[in-house]
């Protein structure tokens, strides 16, 4: 199962490249979306999530016995979840003024920083 995740981490990595490094700002905002949702997977593959174990260490245990679950990382990919989501709706108004004044979602065309009116 961690290798698929792995695999699809990496597949979610090179789309969200690839939308970046696209023309159109529609294009840059959703492979943004793509890179935060690969991030969010690779930290959860760091965290070795097992099915079915406990997320925390009991008082009594001296050491750790068995296979036991961090929640660190879900902490980590939920604070993730709520910063990007903020980072999107701001990009998505901010690509929406961009589209009214210049009338374009091209960035080769979006070239200087003066206001149309």
Known sequence: MQLLLAIFTGILYAAGIYMILRRSLVKLII???????G???????MG?????????????????????DDPVPQALILTAIVISFGLQSFAIILIKR????????????????DEYA
């Open 31 to 37: 492979g943004l979306a793509l890179l935060s949702n």
């Open 39 to 45: 991030v969010n997977l690779l930290i959860f593959l």
């Open 48 to 68: 070795n999530l097992v099915k079915g174990g406990p997320p925390i260490i009991p008082e009594a245990a001296k050491v750790i016995e068995g296979p036991y």
């Open 98 to 113: 961009t589209h009214q004044v210049v009338k374009t979602d091209d960035l080769d065309e979006i070239n200087t920083t």
